[in-house]
């Protein structure tokens, strides 16, 4: 068997990896738009984890957003709908081809106002996150600044306010997170949304198949 045979690259499905949660719902929210559907992921109360079109020839499954990508890598889903916080961090050999327009927040520098000072400074600062490549892109290489990262796993706002961290990296949507906890963002690394993503082996074995799902959902997406 060779890399190319193996999982959904070899099969004649199309397996779609899809982001558990609210992202989950928005993409086939999104692909019944562009005429692709799967009653069997509709049931709330199941707790299966694979589900099939059989007459479209469909597979999709539910995973935690940073494994997508892992899974499109290495061909167990020829295609993954994840945000682009996650394929940054993740930086995995995949294709990014469409951006969808929903999932949309900002990854941003954020602490209290005081913290605004050690960042003007180029200060040696301590930076708490989820995302410790994108920190340490972000002060590496575009504002060329010593930092320490500190991995967090969640409720990374902790950080500052238990003055394990000077500054979080973290993503922000309304702001309320930022705001009931006294901090504020002090600088944006870049926009976010949901985009999706394609194992680089379908491309070529799969090339008919997925260009006309790409061109399905990018018709779905500049409809809205
Ligand atoms: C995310 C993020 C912020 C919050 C931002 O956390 O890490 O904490 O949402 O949203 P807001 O700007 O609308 O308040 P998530 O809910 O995913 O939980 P986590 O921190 O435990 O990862």
Redo the contacts with the bound molecule.
Sequence with gaps: MTDTDRGAVGSEYLTIALTKGRLADQTMELLARAGYTCEELGDKKSRKLIFTNEDQKLRFFLSKGPDVPTYVEYGAADIGVTGSDVIMEENRRVFEVLDLDFGK?RMCVAGPAEAGDLLRHHEMIRVAS?YPQIAKDYFYNRKHQTVDIIKL?????LGPIVELADVIV?????????HENGLMVLEEVCPISARMIVNQVSMSMKARRIREFIARVRDAVNMQ
């Design positions: 927040c989820k796993n969640g409720s990374v706002e973290d993503i922000v949507e309304t702001g309320s997170t930022l």
